[in-house]
């Protein structure tokens, strides 16, 4: 009885967030998928459905599109767990069609402007033209976009709080490495902040104070 009560909850925890387990479950297939290739066969596979600038000018919805199902590394599992913290309880919170808005919204904005920055770094001699191949994947830009707009979720004053550590999870990695995709990681926690408009009207923001009581009975 305890393991069917177990599955039973599980079941509808998972079914209470669709998109974002099907999601993990289509990037769950294609690690697998990578894990099975050679390195030189991965990497062009890889590059042809990158979000570089030379992919982006040749078929810039299919790479921004295919470049979201496939995970830089190859570990899935840190994944599962950060998709299960942010995008899960984002989407159940918002409902799946502003979830996916916000995440679709990062994604796509995110890497426009940080490739439009990298574009404008190599016309100006500041980075190498080879950059134009760069291996550029996953679902982190779409992730961070999610982070930000949890922000809303979380009750005054505590709002204040998250909001500073996300913003320097994200900034302080800018500030010392200065690569594009640190800024796309950037931008995109601000593209959820701008996602305000999408919240309203989802219910009492969660106050963890609340909830701490509750635990302690």
Known sequence: MRIDGALHRAGSYLRSAPGTYVWLAVLFVSTVALHHMSPDFEEDFLRQRSTNIHELSD??????????????????????????????????????????AVAVAAHVLATLISEGA???????????????????????????????????????????????????????????????????????????????????GRGKAWNPKETLATLRG
């Open 118 to 200: 990298l574009l404008g770094a190599i016309k100006r001699g500041a980075a190498p033209h080879s950059a134009v191949d760069t291996l550029d994947i996953g679902v982190s830009y779409a992730l961070a976009g999610v982070v930000g707009v949890l922000t809303y979720r979380v009750a005054v004053p505590w709002r204040y709080l998250y909001l500073v550590v996300i913003l320097a999870v994200y900034g302080l990695p800018l500030l010392t490495g200065r690569t594009f995709t640190d800024f796309g990681h950037f931008i995109s926690i601000l593209i959820g902040l701008c996602c305000y408009p999408l919240v309203r």
């Open 59 to 100: 078929n810039p919805v299919r790479v921004l599109i295919t470049s979201a199902m496939w995970i830089d590394g190859g570990l899935w599992l840190p994944y599962a767990a950060l998709f299960t913290a942010f995008h899960a309880q984002a989407e159940r919170w918002l409902g799946t069609l502003r979830w996916l």
